[in-house]
C-alpha cells in the first residue's frame, strides 16, 4: 500500500523516474503486484516509453483481468501508441467494471473524439460531468469536441467553465484559443493561447495554436485556414462529394475553355487559380512555418517536424526558382527539375503532417521513392537518357499521393 | 471477486440496504479491489446496524489505508476498551500511531499487546520495532522514545568537510552564493549594524547531475555550520504520515544549532504548486513549510534553507516571495575548467592514457558529470573491443576520446528543451534570465 501510495505522489508530482524506480524496487519483491505494474505503466507513458509502458499494462491486466483501474491503464497506453482501435476496445472493458468512473469515462470521450464519433463521445464526457461535475480533463475534451462540431459558442463556455474552475488551466487556454481562431477572432486567439503557454510552455496543445494564431493573422493564410476548418467540419462523405464535384467542374471548365474560344482565357484563368488554391491548401502551412522560423516568439513553438518540413519546403521552393532559372541559362537543363521540385513540395507537406503519427513512415518511404525518381529525372536527361516514362511515373505517382492520402482522413 | 460480481452486489445492496449479509459481502469485494472510500461508507453502515468489536476494526482497518489516522485511533480506542484482548486491534493501533509518526504511543500499545501474549509475532510489527538495542530494558526503550532529543534526529545531521576549494570550476556560482550567503554569515556583525537580517532561502535549480548537492555542502563547509539535508523520500514519509510536525521538528533542531543549513532535495517535491497538488493529502505539508520559512512561531535567524530542484517551474510562486526562496540560482553543467577537473579524476589511475584532457573537457559542451564518467567508459570499451579483434595493445588517444564525444547525447539536452520553452513563454519577473543567457536567446 505504501509503495503505491508514493508512487502514485511521485506521478502526481511528474517525478516519473523516481516513481520508475519506486516501483521497481517493489515489483522486485512482488512481481505479481497487478496495480504496481498498472502505476509502472503510467510512470513509463510520462517517460515517453510506450512500448515499456504497453507492456507493464497489459502485464497488469493478465494478473487481474477483471479490474477496472489496470483496462483504463492499458486502453491509455493504447492512445498513446496510435491504436485507437484497441484503446477503444480496453475502455469500453474498464467501463463495465465501472461504469460511473469519471477518469475512464473521459479516456472514453477522448478517444471517441479522436475517432470522429462525436456525438458518443459527448454522451461519455456528460457522463462524467454528471459524476464528477469539476472533472476538468471532462470539460477540456468536451470542448474540443464541441468545436470540432462547430458549436463554437458551447466550446467556449465549457472551456470557460473549466477556467473558472482552475485559473491556471493551461489546457483550457489553449481550448479556448482554437475556438477562437475556428470562429474567426484571430486576435482573441493569440491571447488565450499566450496565456496557456505561459503557464505551460510544453503544451504542444497551446504551442501548435499559438504559431496557427500567429500565421493566421496574415489574410492569405487566414483564408485557407478557414477553408481547412470547413472541409474538416464536413463529414467523409460530403468532404468527398465535394472534392470530386470541383474537380469535375474544373475538368468540365478546361473542355469548354477548349472549344469556346472567347471565353477561353477568363476560364483559362481560372482553371489557373483553382490549381494554384489547389496547390496551396496542400502546402501553405510548411510554406508559413519557414517564415514562422525567423519570429523570436513562434520559433521555439514547432516541433521537430514542424522544423524539417519547413526546411526541406525552403530547399525546394530555392531549388525549384534556380533550376527554373538554369532552363534560360543552360539551354540543355531539363525543366523536370523545377517542376519536379514544386510537385514534391505535396508529398512532403503531407507526410510531415503525420509526424509522430504511424502514418509518418509508410508516407516518408513513399515519399522518399518520388525524390529518388525527380533526381533521375534531371540527372538520367542531362546524361542524354531521357526516360519519358520515368516522368510520369514522378507525376502520376504524386498526384496519386494526394488522392491516396485523403482516403487516409 | 470480480468487479462485475461487485457491481451485482451493489445494485442487490441498493435493493435491501439493510441486508447485513449482503453488506458484509459486499464489503470484502470492496476490500479485496482496494475500494477504500466506498468501503468506508459501507463499513460504517454495517457497524451501525451490527455493532460489534469485530466491525469496529474492519473499519478502522479502511480508515488505516485512506490515512484517516485520528478517526482510526478513536474507533480502536472503543473497540479495545470492549474487548483489551482483541490482538487485531492492537496491531492496528500501533501501525495507525506509526504511520503517525508517535512512535512512543505505537511503542506503549506493543508493550501492552506482548504483555497480553508474549509470544505474539507479526513481520510487519517486529519491523517496527527490531532496530532497538535489544539488550536494553523495555523500560529503556520507552524511555529512549519519549526523550524529545531521540525523536528529532530522522533526519541525519552532519558537518560537512568539503568547502567552495572542492569545486571544480563554477566560479559566478561561488561568488554568487559567498555575496548572498556566506559574507553576511562570515560578518554577521557588519551586517547587524546595517540592519540586515542573516539568514533565508535559496533555490539551486539546474540539470540533473551538475552538483547542486555538492555546492550546497560545500556552502554549509564554508561557514562550519551544521548540515542538514532532507531528501525526497523523507518528504514523500512526510506527506504519507501527513506530518507536518515533522517537518517542524526539523526548523526548531536547526534553530537550536545555528548556524545550520537545512538542504531540501528535489524542494519542488515540498513546494509543489497548489494546483498541481489539488485534493492531495500534502496540502497541510506544503502549507507547513510555508509557515517554517516564514518564521512565524520561531526566529529563523542563522538558518539557511537551501532548496535544489530539476523543475523550479513546479514549484509554487508563494514560494519565491520575499524572505522564503527569494535567490534564485542556475547551476549549469561544468564549465570547461571544471570538466578537465572532473576527467582528471576518472582518468587518474588509468595508465594506458595518453590524452589532452583539456582538449576533450573544451569538446564535451554541456555534459555533465555523470555524461563524463560515461564517456570514459564508452570510450574504454570501444578501445577493448579493438584490441580484442586485433590483438595490438594501443593507448587510449585523445581522438578516441573526441569520436565518443560525438556518440553520446549530453543528458542535460531533455532537460535544456524544456528549460528554454520556460524561459521563452514563461519569464515572468525575468526568473529565468540566466537559462536565456546560457543558451544564448535574446
Given at each position: 500500500m505504501s509503495t503505491i501510495s508514493r508512487a502514485e505522489l511521485l506521478l502526481q508530482q511528474n517525478k516519473y523516474d523516481l516513481a520508475e524506480k519506486e516501483l521497481q524496487l517493489h515489483l522486485a519483491e512482488n512481481p505479481n503486484d497487478a496495480f504496481s505494474h498498472a502505476y509502472l505503466a503510467l510512470?513509463?507513458?510520462?517517460?515517453?516509453?510506450?512500448?515499456?509502458?504497453?507492456?507493464?499494462?497489459?502485464?497488469?491486466?493478465?494478473?487481474?483481468?477483471?479490474?477496472?483501474?489496470?483496462?483504463?491503464?492499458?486502453?491509455?497506453?493504447?492512445?498513446?501508441?496510435?491504436?485507437?482501435?484497441?484503446?477503444?476496445?480496453?475502455s469500453e472493458q474498464a467501463l463495465r467494471f465501472a461504469p460511473d468512473d469519471a477518469d475512464f469515462l473521459c479516456n472514453h470521450g477522448a478517444i471517441l473524439c479522436d475517432l470522429k464519433k462525436y456525438e458518443e463521445a459527448i454522451t461519455a464526457l456528460n457522463s462524467a460531468l454528471e459524476n464528477d461535475p469539476e472533472h476538468a480533463g471532462s470539460k477540456q475534451i468536451?470542448?474540443?469536441?464541441?468545436?470540432?462540431?462547430?458549436?463554437?459558442?458551447?466550446?467556449?463556455?465549457?472551456?470557460?467553465?473549466?477556467?473558472?474552475?482552475?485559473?491556471?488551466?493551461?489546457?483550457?487556454?489553449?481550448?479556448?484559443?482554437?475556438?477562437?481562431?475556428?470562429?474567426?477572432?484571430?486576435?482573441?486567439?493569440?491571447?488565450?493561447?499566450?496565456?496557456?503557454?505561459?503557464?505551460?510552455?510544453?503544451?504542444?496543445?497551446?504551442?501548435?495554436?499559438?504559431?496557427?494564431?500567429?500565421?493566421?493573422?496574415?489574410?492569405?493564410?487566414?483564408?485557407?485556414?478557414?477553408?481547412?476548418?470547413?472541409?474538416?467540419?464536413?463529414?467523409?462523405?460530403?468532404?468527398?462529394?465535394?472534392?470530386?464535384?470541383?474537380?469535375?467542374?474544373?475538368?468540365?471548365?478546361?473542355?469548354?475553355?477548349?472549344?469556346?474560344?472567347?471565353?477561353?482565357?477568363?476560364?483559362?484563368f481560372i482553371f489557373a487559380l483553382y490549381i494554384l488554391f489547389a496547390f496551396l491548401s496542400w502546402t501553405i502551412d510548411p510554406i508559413f512555418n519557414i517564415?514562422?522560423?525567423?519570429?523570436?516568439?513562434?520559433?521555439?513553438?514547432?516541433?521537430?517536424?514542424?522544423?524539417?518540413?519547413?526546411?526541406?519546403?525552403?530547399?525546394?521552393?530555392?531549388?525549384a526558382a534556380t533550376q527554373y532559372l538554369l532552363t534560360f541559362a543552360l539551354p540543355w537543363y531539363p525543366i523536370t527539375g523545377a517542376i519536379g521540385a514544386l510537385f514534391l513540395t505535396l508529398p512532403v507537406s503531407g507526410t510531415f503532417n503525420r509526424w509522430d503519427t504511424k502514418k509518418f513512415i509508410p508516407h516518408l518511404v513513399y515519399t522518399i521513392a518520388?525524390?529518388?525518381?525527380?533526381?533521375?529525372?534531371?540527372?538520367?536527361?542531362?546524361?542524354?537518357?531521357?526516360?519519358?516514362?520515368?516522368?510520369?511515373?514522378?507525376?502520376?505517382?504524386?498526384?496519386?499521393?494526394?488522392?491516396?492520402?485523403?482516403?487516409?482522413? | 471477486m470480480t468487479e462485475e460480481q461487485l457491481n451485482q452486489l451493489k445494485s442487490a445492496v441498493e435493493l435491501s440496504p439493510d441486508n447485513v449479509?449482503?453488506?458484509?459481502?459486499?464489503?470484502?469485494?470492496?476490500?479485496?479491489?482496494?475500494?477504500?472510500n466506498e468501503a468506508e461508507e459501507i463499513i460504517s453502515n454495517l457497524n451501525k446496524l451490527e455493532p460489534s468489536v469485530e466491525h469496529q476494526v474492519e473499519f478502522a482497518q479502511v480508515l488505516y489505508h485512506l490515512n484517516k489516522i485520528s478517526q482510526g485511533v478513536l474507533i480502536l480506542?472503543?473497540?479495545?476498551?470492549?474487548?483489551?484482548?482483541?490482538?487485531?486491534?492492537?496491531?492496528?493501533?500501533?501501525?495507525?500511531?506509526?504511520?503517525?509518526?508517535?512512535?512512543?504511543?505505537?511503542?506503549?500499545?506493543?508493550?501492552?499487546?506482548?504483555?497480553?501474549?508474549?509470544?505474539?509475532?507479526?513481520?510487519?510489527?517486529?519491523?517496527?520495532f527490531s532496530s532497538e538495542d535489544d539488550n536494553s530494558s523495555e523500560d529503556d526503550k520507552i524511555r529512549l522514545l519519549s526523550a524529545p532529543e531521540k525523536i528529532t534526529p530522522i533526519i541525519p545531521l552532519e558537518k560537512p568537510d568539503v568547502s567552495f576549494d572542492d569545486v571544480g570550476g563554477m566560479q559566478s556560482v561561488k561568488e554568487d552564493i559567498s555575496m548572498k550567503i556566506i559574507n553576511p554569515i562570515k560578518h554577521a556583525d557588519l551586517f547587524k549594524q546595517y540592519g540586515k537580517k542573516i539568514g533565508g532561502g535559496i533555490l539551486l535549480y539546474g540539470p540533473p547531475g551538475c552538483g547542486k548537492t555538492?555546492?550546497?555542502?560545500?556552502?554549509?563547509?564554508?561557514?562550519?555550520?551544521?548540515?542538514?539535508?532532507?531528501?525526497?523520500?523523507?518528504?514523500?514519509?512526510?506527506?504519507?504520515?501527513?506530518?507536518?510536525?515533522?517537518?517542524?521538528?526539523?526548523?526548531?533542531?536547526?534553530?537550536?544549532?545555528?548556524?545550520?543549513?537545512?538542504?531540501?532535495?528535489?524542494?519542488?517535491?515540498?513546494?509543489?504548486?497548489?494546483?498541481?497538488?489539488?485534493?492531495?493529502?500534502?496540502?497541510?505539508?506544503?502549507?507547513?513549510?510555508?509557515?517554517?520559512l516564514d518564521g512565524i512561531n520561531a526566529s529563523n535567524d542563522g538558518i539557511l534553507v537551501l532548496g535544489a530542484t530539476n523543475a523550479p517551474w513546479h514549484i509554487d510562486n508563494a514560494f519565491k516571495r520575499p524572505g522564503r526562496f527569494d535567490r534564485i540560482i542556475f547551476i549549469p553543467p561544468p564549465d570547461a575548467i571544471a570538466r578537465k577537473e572532473i576527467l582528471e579524476i576518472q582518468l587518474k589511475d588509468k595508465p594506458k592514457m595518453e590524452v589532452d584532457i583539456e582538449k576533450v573537457a573544451n569538446k564535451a559542451v554541456n555534459f555533465t558529470?555523470?555524461?563524463?564518467?560515461?564517456?570514459?567508459?564508452?570510450?574504454?570499451?570501444?578501445?577493448?573491443?579493438?584490441?580484442?579483434?586485433?590483438?595490438?595493445?594501443?593507448?587510449?588517444?585523445?581522438?578516441?576520446?573526441?569520436?565518443?564525444?560525438?556518440?553520446?547525447?549530453?543528458?542535460?539536452?531533455?532537460?535544456?528543451?524544456?528549460?528554454?520553452?520556460?524561459?521563452?513563454?514563461?519569464?515572468?519577473?525575468?526568473?529565468?534570465?540566466?537559462?536565456?543567457?546560457?543558451?544564448n536567446i535574446k
Amino acid at each position: 500500500m505504501s509503495t503505491i501510495s508514493r508512487a502514485e505522489l511521485l506521478l502526481q508530482q511528474n517525478k516519473y523516474d523516481l516513481a520508475e524506480k519506486e516501483l521497481q524496487l517493489h515489483l522486485a519483491e512482488n512481481p505479481n503486484d497487478a496495480f504496481s505494474h498498472a502505476y509502472l505503466a503510467l510512470a513509463y507513458s510520462g517517460l515517453g516509453k510506450d512500448q515499456k509502458a504497453l507492456e507493464a499494462a497489459k502485464q497488469s491486466v493478465s494478473l487481474i483481468p477483471d479490474a477496472s483501474f489496470p483496462l483504463y491503464v492499458l486502453s491509455r497506453c493504447y492512445v498513446s501508441i496510435d491504436n485507437l482501435k484497441d484503446a477503444l476496445a480496453t475502455s469500453e472493458q474498464a467501463l463495465r467494471f465501472a461504469p460511473d468512473d469519471a477518469d475512464f469515462l473521459c479516456n472514453h470521450g477522448a478517444i471517441l473524439c479522436d475517432l470522429k464519433k462525436y456525438e458518443e463521445a459527448i454522451t461519455a464526457l456528460n457522463s462524467a460531468l454528471e459524476n464528477d461535475p469539476e472533472h476538468a480533463g471532462s470539460k477540456q475534451i468536451k470542448s474540443i469536441v464541441l468545436r470540432n462540431q462547430g458549436r463554437y459558442k458551447e466550446a467556449d463556455d465549457i472551456a470557460q467553465e473549466a477556467l473558472e474552475d482552475n485559473p491556471e488551466d493551461a489546457h483550457s487556454f489553449a481550448a479556448k484559443g482554437w475556438t477562437a481562431l475556428d470562429s474567426g477572432n484571430t486576435k482573441e486567439s493569440l491571447q488565450h493561447f499566450k496565456s496557456a503557454v505561459m503557464i505551460d510552455p510544453n503544451s504542444e496543445f497551446a504551442k501548435s495554436g499559438m504559431v496557427m494564431a500567429l500565421k493566421a493573422q496574415n489574410p492569405l493564410f487566414n483564408l485557407f485556414y478557414k477553408f481547412h476548418t470547413w472541409i474538416a467540419s464536413l463529414s467523409p462523405s460530403a468532404r468527398w462529394g465535394f472534392i470530386i464535384g470541383i474537380y469535375v467542374f474544373m475538368r468540365v471548365l478546361r473542355k469548354v475553355s477548349e472549344t469556346n474560344s472567347p471565353i477561353a482565357p477568363v476560364l483559362g484563368f481560372i482553371f489557373a487559380l483553382y490549381i494554384l488554391f489547389a496547390f496551396l491548401s496542400w502546402t501553405i502551412d510548411p510554406i508559413f512555418n519557414i517564415f514562422m522560423r525567423f519570429n523570436q516568439y513562434a520559433k521555439y513553438a514547432l516541433n521537430r517536424g514542424e522544423i524539417i518540413a519547413s526546411n526541406i519546403m525552403a530547399f525546394l521552393l530555392i531549388s525549384a526558382a534556380t533550376q527554373y532559372l538554369l532552363t534560360f541559362a543552360l539551354p540543355w537543363y531539363p525543366i523536370t527539375g523545377a517542376i519536379g521540385a514544386l510537385f514534391l513540395t505535396l508529398p512532403v507537406s503531407g507526410t510531415f503532417n503525420r509526424w509522430d503519427t504511424k502514418k509518418f513512415i509508410p508516407h516518408l518511404v513513399y515519399t522518399i521513392a518520388l525524390s529518388i525518381l525527380w533526381v533521375a529525372n534531371i540527372v538520367l536527361p542531362i546524361a542524354g537518357n531521357d526516360i519519358p516514362s520515368l516522368w510520369f511515373l514522378f507525376l502520376g505517382g504524386t498526384i496519386a499521393y494526394t488522392w491516396i492520402s485523403q482516403m487516409g482522413k | 471477486m470480480t468487479e462485475e460480481q461487485l457491481n451485482q452486489l451493489k445494485s442487490a445492496v441498493e435493493l435491501s440496504p439493510d441486508n447485513v449479509v449482503l453488506l458484509k459481502m459486499y464489503f470484502n469485494g470492496l476490500k479485496a479491489l482496494h475500494k477504500w472510500n466506498e468501503a468506508e461508507e459501507i463499513i460504517s453502515n454495517l457497524n451501525k446496524l451490527e455493532p460489534s468489536v469485530e466491525h469496529q476494526v474492519e473499519f478502522a482497518q479502511v480508515l488505516y489505508h485512506l490515512n484517516k489516522i485520528s478517526q482510526g485511533v478513536l474507533i480502536l480506542e472503543n473497540a479495545l476498551a470492549s474487548d483489551s484482548n482483541n490482538m487485531e486491534a492492537y496491531k492496528l493501533i500501533i501501525l495507525l500511531y506509526y504511520k503517525e509518526n508517535d512512535e512512543n504511543t505505537a511503542y506503549k500499545y506493543y508493550k501492552r499487546l506482548k504483555r497480553i501474549d508474549p509470544d505474539f509475532s507479526d513481520e510487519e510489527i517486529d519491523e517496527l520495532f527490531s532496530s532497538e538495542d535489544d539488550n536494553s530494558s523495555e523500560d529503556d526503550k520507552i524511555r529512549l522514545l519519549s526523550a524529545p532529543e531521540k525523536i528529532t534526529p530522522i533526519i541525519p545531521l552532519e558537518k560537512p568537510d568539503v568547502s567552495f576549494d572542492d569545486v571544480g570550476g563554477m566560479q559566478s556560482v561561488k561568488e554568487d552564493i559567498s555575496m548572498k550567503i556566506i559574507n553576511p554569515i562570515k560578518h554577521a556583525d557588519l551586517f547587524k549594524q546595517y540592519g540586515k537580517k542573516i539568514g533565508g532561502g535559496i533555490l539551486l535549480y539546474g540539470p540533473p547531475g551538475c552538483g547542486k548537492t555538492h555546492i550546497a555542502k560545500a556552502t554549509a563547509g564554508e561557514i562550519d555550520s551544521a548540515f542538514i539535508s532532507v531528501g525526497i523520500n523523507e518528504v514523500m514519509d512526510m506527506y504519507l504520515g501527513q506530518s507536518e510536525k515533522q517537518l517542524h521538528e526539523i526548523f526548531d533542531f536547526a534553530r537550536n544549532n545555528t548556524p545550520a543549513v537545512i538542504f531540501f532535495d528535489e524542494v519542488d517535491a515540498l513546494g509543489a504548486s497548489r494546483n498541481d497538488m489539488r485534493g492531495s493529502a500534502g496540502k497541510n505539508v506544503i502549507n507547513q513549510f510555508l509557515q517554517e520559512l516564514d518564521g512565524i512561531n520561531a526566529s529563523n535567524d542563522g538558518i539557511l534553507v537551501l532548496g535544489a530542484t530539476n523543475a523550479p517551474w513546479h514549484i509554487d510562486n508563494a514560494f519565491k516571495r520575499p524572505g522564503r526562496f527569494d535567490r534564485i540560482i542556475f547551476i549549469p553543467p561544468p564549465d570547461a575548467i571544471a570538466r578537465k577537473e572532473i576527467l582528471e579524476i576518472q582518468l587518474k589511475d588509468k595508465p594506458k592514457m595518453e590524452v589532452d584532457i583539456e582538449k576533450v573537457a573544451n569538446k564535451a559542451v554541456n555534459f555533465t558529470g555523470a555524461d563524463l564518467k560515461s564517456l570514459v567508459d564508452y570510450t574504454i570499451e570501444e578501445k577493448l573491443k579493438v584490441i580484442l579483434k586485433s590483438g595490438k595493445e594501443t593507448p587510449i588517444k585523445t581522438k578516441d576520446f573526441l569520436s565518443a564525444i560525438k556518440k553520446i547525447r549530453p543528458s542535460s539536452m531533455e532537460w535544456f528543451e524544456t528549460a528554454r520553452n520556460y524561459a521563452v513563454y514563461s519569464n515572468q519577473g525575468g526568473q529565468y534570465d540566466d537559462i536565456k543567457t546560457f543558451l544564448n536567446i535574446k
